[in-house]
């Protein structure tokens, strides 16, 4: 039989036209009428901050590409030039796509329910129009730098990402020639202002902007505004390149550094009945091209409605909140230390509560035997109670040492600011590896207990961060399992800078290992599945864009392995191609929470595997990060990771299905029975904590056993 | 009841590793944790017999750290021993001092022969394959940076313990440079291994049968372990298994070798020159399997104190290999092997007797019988010089499992047997003989001194021997038909010093049964 070729160009998408269908899928909440008229605010507002930041650093490194004259091609065949040119046309109608959702169904809609947005200035009553020019002239006024150009004074700096309002003036009395003017709306105030309401009880909100662009004229004295209109630019300015980028790229864009445009503009946005000759003027000082201009009917920056989700009095309109449960193993012995030597615990969050894993850290601090506990932090929130438990611990006396990862995108300026104060604390503080990523989340106690030496883990999919727990779908287990306990100590001493270990029992880690790992349990499968025996393998995570992996899926899927993907972003393979993809279903869940958690099951011919870890298959995450991949052991466990997948595998309500033709669809849900996954686990654990707490139901004395000793 | 939690450092000549153990009488040790690091002190050592300031300040900050770690299982005890590179170097003791006052710990340089017994136990700790596998011919090698360690074990036995000077980090720099390529490099070291092997084979091998090869060599065993369902901390692989293994690493350059093995960098350089041992080893040897043993020498420091400390009952006698090896250097150097052992009696019981006055310990007990072991070999040289020769014999022959100092006593001891005895300030403007070696030297040469005279003519007349501490006199009750004269008379002679050294006096009484 001849070798098939499973890495065609053509059996794979571009990640950044699957990145926008993802976007797209978002969007598609937000145009949702069956969501909470604010949820759907909630949405809109994530593809826009999505969007946003999908420039700075997708758009941007392709830029850099086009400049540094990269040409090779991505896994679909595409050159860094196809790329944009595709991801242009596809972003300015996902940008069309948010301001019709906008204008033509939520505006309606909030009016509707008693909430007025007020688009122009020109409506206001009587009333609002004194509160706003008080408003004006007491709060923004003070802080508003105009700034005017002329053969004197050069075009002056625009800050990334802000938002200005640009304006024509012209000299009192000299008509016909007009100067170029700009000023900043403040960051530092509210991008919007509640009016007061109106005497039937009807509430109004105005932009930051229209208040300004009403009194624009009191910033120009002496001049006359010929118009005045919002812009917003988003540049090439981040200094590193993104880690998913080839090596070979770094240095080509190294050789060619002069090359790099600094502060390049990569998009301007503009408001769209703008001005010819104000456009002109922009478009000229910018240096941007017509497809990078993205002309808008509607507010700059949509972000502004997650801040309006937060207004007060329309809770009928959101989805109440949901509280995370207890977790039933706790319920029954409240000495995390004690029930974890009972049995192995399995954390589904947000369903259950993250509150175990601060307490594991929590009561290791102050626990007379424990003698260490080690720790790896990416993302933490701001006044972590894990920070202060680990600076607590280290008062104690115990030795804590804690990775922390000042490479983490956006939040370097935290996570120093956190590293610091835990070293102070006496930690001690290890800053990672070089030229990798810690992206693992594991948490090792150390405990010397009457019998010698006992270790308690920690291993989850999703950051310790306890303010995102609430809103991120991850997994996690507590163990203590020795050869687990073995390996994470190893880890430990791997992130210190120790050489790494002869071998590892359970855990599978990334650089070195990993891509190996997978690559072998996909490879099991097709074998089983040549052999004639059953072979099924279902993976989730957040995205799939290796190659080397998606060839092998291809190949397990040629082989008659059935493949199911729960993959919520990105997604590089295709489906239904035959004779190469027509065993593969993937299908995406996007909802409330947000699925973060990574599961992967292999049916094994039987002798069913469970793995859950902290890597997606993306090259990144194989190759340029510390990751943790643990198997999942415990018989009853198993059952209840594999008990997940299948409900996500059912959800009829919140799934889109990847289809042969590239789009992603609802489920038909004909002859179905509805179901929301996270609404149905949402719903398990309330019930499974109810059932534990009920003492009638669970109360049974124990007798007491004798000690035994050989 | 609680446990023990015990760290052992090994200063190796290319990495500096602590492992910590957990020790408890019902499940015996435990190795909870190991930290390793690559600090290359061999290359230096061993090319300027120095190290460099930076290596030197980088061990300390290494061991502070460990320290720090330690601190941290909050350890009941700790050892740290470090091999040669710190041994061989000119500054050994000055460095030591240095590093001690640094880190606040204590650390022994130990002598090749103290080393190489404790990778030896490294091994025995896995007690249950190691007894299986020393039934029938076995040779040990131990693969250091500097050198080789062959040792010999047969029915149990140790024969003999031999030091080849070819080890992986010095045959690399010193013969890499040499070699066109990897396959000129593979001949050299070949020709050199085969002379220093022949030269081995000759004197010690002789025409006993190797059926294994143990090797303590971690990174080469990484390699063989790879397919292997959990592989033990020894594993074995037959010889031709091996050679395969053998064909497809050995002309691969170092990465090639990471990349295909998944082994650290640091660790596959070193691979080749292992594995070019190991094959030279396997063919002159003729041994059929080969096994890799993943213990290193912290296991082994372990074990020493796990037994010291009553955690483990050994199931091998170490004692009797040392024995067996002095035995075995006795013999090669034709001593009369009958006298010895009668000797060894005598004195042994007399040192038992004696035990309230000279309150030596378990230890000493060993060095006395060695050194009736060794006390005649000095014969095979000159009759006249009997005394100096031994001494120097024995100076100059590694017997496994003894320090230095420790050889110098026996070697001492031996030599005022018949020579004068040299009091301190005498001995200490020649030697390095400590206040406290000195003391043991002196009651030892006073025992064997004793029981050497009884012995004179060697025709072991002094079978049956009953010995009592009288108050001041050690009473040698005789059941001999034999005439004692010969040993009355140089008894005389000789209990002056026994006398000087325990304040009490031998005197033999005959019975003569009729």
Known sequence: MAAVDYTKPEYYTNRELSWLEFNMRILGEARDKANPLFERLKFLSITASNLDEFFMIRVASLKDMVHARYTKPDIAGLKPEAQLELIQEKAHSLVQLQYSTYNRSLLPALKQEGLEL???????????QEFVDRYFEENVYPVLTPMAMDSSRPFPLIRNKSLNIGALISKKGEKGKSEFATVQVPAVLPRFIELPASPEGHRSVILLEEMIERNIDKLFLNYDVVCAHPYRIMRNADLTIDEDEAADLLKEIQKQLKKRQWGEVIRLEIEEKMDEKLLKVLKKEFDVKSDDIYSISGPLDLTFLMKMYRLDGFDHLKTPPYKPQPVPALMEEPDIFAAIRKKDILLHHPYMTFDPVVDFVRRAAKDPQVLAIKQTLYRVSGHSPIVAALAQAAENGKQVSVLVELKARFDEENNIIWAKMLEKAGCHVIYGLVGLKTHSKITLVVRREEDGIRRYVHLGTGNYND??????TDCGIMTCSEAIGEDATAVFNMLSGYSEPKSWNRLSLAPIWLRKKFLSLIRRETEHAREGRPARIIAKMNSLCDQEVIAALYEASAAGVKIQLIIRGICCLKVGIPKISENISVRSLVGTFLEHSRIFYFQNGGEEELYMGSADWMPRNLDKRVEILFPVEDADLKKEVKHILDIQLADTLKAHELKPGNTYEKIDKRGKTLLCAQEYFCEEAKKRAEVTADPALTRVFIPAEPVEDE | MAVTLFAAIVIGSTETEMKIFELSPRRGMKEIDCVSTRINLGVDAYSKGQLAVEKVKELCQVLKEFKTVMEGYKVDAYRICATSALREIRSSL?????????????????????????????IASESDSFEAIIQSGTAIVDIGGNSMQISVFDNDKLITTQNIRMGKVSTREKFLPLAKNNVHFEKIVMELMEHELNGFAKLYQKDRQIKNLIVVESDLQSLTKKGQENPGPISMISGEQFQKLYQQIVYLNPDEITDKFEISADTAMLVVPSALFCKCLLEKLGAENIWFSS????????????????????????????????RNIAKRYKSNMAHIRNMEELTLQIFDKMRKVHGMNQRHRLLLQISVILHNCGKYISLTNVAECA???????????????????????VRFNTLEFCYYDELATFSSVSREDYLVIAKLTAILRVANALDRS????????????????????????EDLALEKGTLAEKTEFFEEVFNVHPVVKQKKKM
């Open chain 2, 458 to 481: 060697h025709k072991q007349k002094f079978r049956d021997v009953n010995i009592t501490l009288r108050e001041d006199k050690l009473i040698l009750v005789v059941d001999s038909q």
């Open chain 1, 467 to 472: 303010s995102t727990a609430k809103l991120y």
């Open chain 1, 118 to 128: 007020v688009t122009a200035h020109e409506d206001l009553t009587k009333e609002q």
């Open chain 2, 295 to 326: 213990m290193s020498m912290s296991d082994g420091i372990c074990y020493d104190y796990a037994v010291a400390n009553k955690f483990l009952r050994p199931s091998h006698n170490f004692e009797e290999d040392i024995i067996a090896a002095s």
């Open chain 2, 94 to 122: 000055i460095t030591k001092d240095y590093i001690e006052k640094q880190t606040g710990l204590s650390i022994e340089i130990l002598s090749n022969s103290e080393q190489r017994f404790l990778d030896y136990k490294s």
């Open chain 2, 391 to 413: 001494y120097n014999i024995i100076m100059a022959t590694e017997i496994i499992g003894l320090s230095h100092s420790e050889r110098e006593v026996i070697a001492n001891v």
